[in-house]
């Protein structure tokens, strides 16, 4: 079976975030595989281990992103592929990644059966690559699953809807996205960290893809960044309903301004 | 001089960082309480790889050199020091010895298993009548046709309840003092093999040390490590190669015991501003974090020595007392930081308090380093002049 994982490296999820001139402050940040692309990952070793083939991981991202791909390669991916887009600076959105990623796949001859992404970036929160890829590619998808088993060419999965469960049966070749409670990612082992850094892993940047940067260029633009306001204390009212409701529009008008 | 650590150690550092953050800290108190790691860890801990670190990869193991190595014991040192302990005894004196004096047959049956952890290892010198004067050793081996007897009794080994590979000391030749000492690999099955109590301790809880008692214990030539009469030589051996491992150890329990300090200290609000704001307290942290560096710089140092083959007896007693000396006046200072909290047997700090008290004591008193350095700066000035 041939397996496809796309993940991306973000900001480890206990780091404190600053933002410098408009920007997120990276220094001295510590960098992790996407929670979510980590049970793509482990999804994808697990379906290596019971069905035999191949699991390749690809990221778009910084030099450094490689230490990301390294990691899944540690925990049992077999070969990677990195492309870099520092040639378009902040000109990358969602669309630009699933095209990138959807070039990539085709022109770099990666045969698939199954793709797996995290349902989402945790620095992002758009949940969009996924699904703009399996289109790009003209394959179904399923997104948030939380549970998924393939024989022959059936698939079945568990799908998270707010709470409830969904079951679904498709057919490969299929693009699914992991959701929490898929797995229990695993630690890479130390021999297989010091095996990773001998596994092979392509560079790519966006020169070797055959693609228009004007058709892949963002269609959004980011206007501004800015840090969520510090939690306050909040206020509880008191007194009969009634009072308590005009004090709460008196608030929502003077103090929140919201109305 | 360079002293940033290669791109790979660093990921091994990592992994073993949240292994321990994620895994063993949440149940850390558990640990201490129960007196048992669980199941769940050491097999994860297992699966890691965590248990071949000085076993070399065509045995299956990671094969480190000593800075590697105490990168990640390091890391280990910054959790509960029974867990610390139990690798830290496996991948130090209870392997090293076969992989640095053990024949191919013996490094082809022991180390595989010993690296995936399936076996674990001991190392059994100390003896009631061989404490500090470890030469004094009563256990004889004798010789019979392709086997040796071997009569006697060891105590304080750590692992002994779960170990199954024991590198023992006994003496072949009385007549020759510690020339007279032979190592062998003995096994927990071995006819004759009985491990007694395990010893209600101060600290390391989880860690199980016990005696053992030899009763005819009959173990094959094959297993005799090295030639007879190097037993002593050899267990010096191992014991030096260790130390900077467990000063590494130390030097992670000093971290923890820094960071937690600091972070009490910005948060325990006394006289209406945090305690840190108090000079007194500000200059105990200030002096924990110039030990704890002194530490880290002195621990590297050994160990890029010592993977240089350089002859570290000298320096290895160094790392070892300032090490266990270090840890012991941070532990001290972490408890009055925390004041009453420090006492507190639900809170982690008197846990160090009560494990760092143990490194001044095995593998070589903080005397018995002393003298070590002593000797050898007699030795060095009679070489000078
Ligand atoms: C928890 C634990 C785990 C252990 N694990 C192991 C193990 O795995 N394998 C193993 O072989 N051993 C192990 N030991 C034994 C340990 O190494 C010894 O306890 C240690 O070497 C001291 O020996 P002793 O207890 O007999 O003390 P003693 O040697 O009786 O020392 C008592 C005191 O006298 C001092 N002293 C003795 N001689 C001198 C001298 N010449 N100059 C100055 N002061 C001196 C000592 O420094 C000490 O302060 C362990 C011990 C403990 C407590």
Redesign the interface.
């Known amino acids: 079976m041939n397996i496809l994982v796309c993940l991306k490296q973000t900001f480890d999820t206990e780091e404190r975030i600053t933002i410098e001139n408009g920007k997120i402050n990276e220094d001295g940040a510590e960098f992790v595989i996407n929670p979510y692309d980590e049970y793509a990952v482990e999804e994808a070793i697990k379906l290596k281990e019971q069905h035999g083939g191949e699991v390749t991981v690809i990221t778009i991202g910084p030099e450094r992103a490689e230490q990301a791909l390294r990691t899944a390669m540690a925990m049992g991916a077999d070969k990677g592929v990195i492309v870099d887009l520092e040639d378009l600076g902040d000109q990358v959105d969602e669309h630009t990644i699933a095209q990138v990623l959807a070039a990539t796949i085709r022109e770099e001859d990666l045969d698939f059966d199954i793709i797996l992404c995290g349902y989402m970036a945790v620095d992002d929160g758009s949940a969009q690559v996924g699904p703009r890829l399996a289109e790009l590619l003209e394959i179904p998808h399923i997104s948030t699953i939380t549970k998924l088993t393939v024989e022959g060419d059936k698939v079945s999965v568990e799908k998270d809807v707010e709470g409830d469960v969904e079951y679904i049966d498709a057919k490969l070749p299929i693009l699914v996205t992991a959701q929490q409670g898929l797995n229990d990612p695993r630690y890479p082992s130390l021999p297989g960290i010091m095996k990773a850094k001998k596994k092979p892993l392509t560079r790519l940047e966006l020169d070797d893809l055959d693609l228009d940067e004007e058709e892949i260029a963002a269609k959004t633009e980011i206007i501004e960044t800015f840090l969520p306001p510090k939690k306050e204390a909040g206020k509880i009212l008191t007194g009969d309903l009634a009072d308590q409701a005009k004090e709460l529009v008196q608030l929502l008008r003077s103090e929140a301004k919201v109305i | 001089m360079d002293f940033t650590l290669p ?2 150690m660093e ?2 550092r990592r ?2 960082r ?2 321990v953050g994620n895994e063993v800290e949440p149940v850390a108190q558990e640990i201490e309480e129960s007196g048992e790691i669980p199941r769940r860890i050491v097999q ?1 801990a297992k ?4 248990f ?2 000085s076993i070399p ?1 065509e045995y ?3 094969g480190l050199s000593m800075v590697g190595k105490c990168a ?1 014991y390091e890391e280990l040192g910054k959790t509960h020091n029974g867990f610390t302990s139990l690798i830290g005894a496996h991948t130090g004196i209870g392997t090293v010895g076969i992989v640095q004096m053990g024949n191919k047959e013996q490094k082809r049956r022991y180390l595989p298993k010993m690296a995936t952890g399936e076996w674990i290892g001991a190392f059994a010198l100390t003896e009631p009548s061989a404490g500090s004067h470890a030469a004094n050793l009563k256990t004889t081996a004798v010789r019979k046709g392709d086997r040796y007897l071997i009569n006697g009794s060891k105590h304080y080994i750590t692992n002994a309840r779960d170990a199954h590979v024991f590198t023992v000391m006994a003496v072949t030749d009385p007549s020759k003092g510690p020339k007279g000492i032979t190592s062998f690999i003995v096994e927990r099955d071995f006819p004759g093999f009985i491990v007694g109590k395990t010893e209600k301790k101060m600290g390391l809880n989880g860690s199980h040390s016990c005696e053992l008692f030899f009763e005819d214990l009959e173990v094959p030539v094959e297993n005799r490590l090295g030639e007879e009469g190097e037993g002593y030589v050899n267990a010096l051996k191992i014991l030096t190669n260790g130390r900077a491992g467990l000063a590494a150890r130390n030097l992670g329990s000093c971290q923890y015991l820094l960071d937690k300090s600091i972070q009490y200290a910005m948060e325990r609000v006394q006289f209406d501003k945090p305690i840190i704001e108090q000079q007194a307290v500000l200059h105990m942290l200030a002096d924990m974090a110039v030990e704890t560096e002194t530490l880290r710089s002195l621990t590297y140092r050994v160990a890029w020595m010592t993977d240089q083959g350089m002859n570290v007896i000298k320096e290895a007693a160094m790392v070892k007392l300032y090490g266990s000396e270090v840890y012991n006046r941070v532990a001290d200072k972490a408890v009055q930081i925390h004041g009453g909290i420090g006492y507190n047997a639900e809170y982690p700090i008197e846990r160090f308090y009560r494990d760092a008290r143990i490194t001044r004591i095995y593998e070589g008193t903080s005397e018995i380093q002393r003298n070590i350095i002593g000797a050898q700066l007699i030795k060095e000035y009679r070489k000078r002049s």
């Open positions: 791109e790979e990921s091994l992994i073993v949240d292994f994860m699966e890691m790889g965590l071949g670190l990869e299956g193991g990671l990640i």
